[in-house]
């Protein structure tokens, strides 16, 4: 019941866009690589000396660790009682597809894991969002204290990247943000120009992620030759051009689907984990999530996976709309506090 009531209070507090008092945040240096900077939220005057650190981790996003929805998360979860930890990752904020995240990720955790003014218990929980958060399970597993993590929460995250993929492609209604994050990794396989295709995408992606009344973009792209525009104006407004286009490109992906694999990662997981995807997210399937919580299940019946509609894809804000959704999403963040408090 308690860990219920949590749930109310985090959500309360989420929608809050006051400012939330009581918490105070400061900016600390991580002496990690592929890390820009790092934000604490420290709850005043309470004792967190015997509670896990929560580790956020952001998606795929120029705003990084400052984007709105993030940082409510960072406050909500420091009005808990914890201390939050919230990293910035250098190719995460460069939307960059790359293994060396997850690499990033485990060395962030080992050292916020060691250090006694960050990580007072030695415990750590983590909610994360969307490809950081199923690179941030990855990381966990193979750090040289796994045993470290108490609870999970993650939000949007793929299980297979390969059907992750071919979901976003085939998609008639794919998310414009999503698919230019795709091709930005990918210039060097559609353009003739790949180095100005990929500055020109990064500017859409700002565009995107800030929701600019006027797109930089739209006057940048005539920079292309008109075939690398062509290109490009196919790519996101033809399901067909975009099927044919990655089913060439598949064979030169092996080695990346490899490396983001989460088969060995499953098998090791030794805390419980909460799954929330949503229902209607068209960047990566909810399926996804239910293939996740179907192969830990193999291994424990201690998780929890959450389809819902009061979010969209990996989204850190909630709407609040529908009174049985929103008992099934404290149910689910119930679950993530009970399994954080619980060692």
């Known amino acids: 019941m308690f860990s219920f009531a949590k749930a109310v209070y985090f959500l309360v507090n ?50 990084g660790i400052e984007d709105e929805r993030i940082l409510r998360w960072c406050l909500s979860l420091a009005k808990q009682e914890y201390l939050v930890v919230a990293p910035e990752y250098k190719l995460l904020r460069d939307c960059g ?77 794919a998310d414009p943000y999503g698919l230019t994050i795709l091709l930005k990794n990918f210039t ?18 700002e565009d995107l992620s800030y929701l600019r009344d006027e797109p930089l973009a739209e006057k940048e792209i005539y920079r292309l030759s008109k075939s690398d525009r062509d290109r490009l104006g196919e790519y996101l407004s033809s399901q067909s051009f975009r099927a044919r286009w990655f089913e060439e490109i598949e064979e030169h992906l092996e080695e990346l689907f490899s490396q983001h694999s989460l088969t060995e990662a499953l098998e090791q997981v030794e805390f419980p984990i909460t799954l929330i995807h949503g229902e209607d997210d068209t960047v990566i399937p909810p399926s996804q ?39 099934r999403m404290m149910l689910a963040l119930g679950h993530f506090f009970r399994s954080a408090d619980a060692r």
């Not at 918490?23 to 709850?43: A, H, I, M």
């Not at 060691?114 to 990381?139: E, Y």
């Not at 060097?188 to 992606?205: G, N, Q, R, V, W």
């Not at 830990?296 to 009174?323: C, F, M, W």
């Open 97 to 173: 597809i790359s293994v060396q995240t997850s690499v990033d990720i485990q060395s962030t955790f080992e050292v916020i894991g060691a250090d006694k003014n960050l990580c007072p218990s030695g415990k750590l929980a983590l909610m994360g969002v969307s490809f950081g958060a199923s690179l941030s399970l990855i990381a966990a597993c193979r750090m040289q204290s796994p045993k470290r993590f108490v609870a999970m929460c993650l939000v949007g995250g793929y299980y297979d990247l390969r059907e992750s993929l071919h979901y976003m492609i085939s998609n008639s209604h």
């Open 14 to 63: 989420h929608q809050l866009r006051e400012k939330i008092p009581g918490v105070q945040k400061e900016r600390v240096d991580l002496p990690c690589k592929g890390v820009n900077l790092t934000n604490t939220f420290r709850p005043k005057g309470i004792d967190i000396s015997a509670r896990p650190t929560v580790i956020v981790i952001h998606g795929m996003s120029p705003q």
């Open 188 to 205: 060097h396989l559609m353009f003739d120009d790949p180095e100005l295709a990929k500055e020109i995408l990064s500017i859409s992606i």
């Open 289 to 327: 999530s239910h293939l996740m919580y179907q192969a830990l299940e193999r291994y424990s019946n201690r998780h929890r996976v959450l389809i819902t509609p009061l979010i969209s894809h990996a989204d850190a804000s909630v709407g609040l709309k529908n009174a049985l959704h929103i008992q």
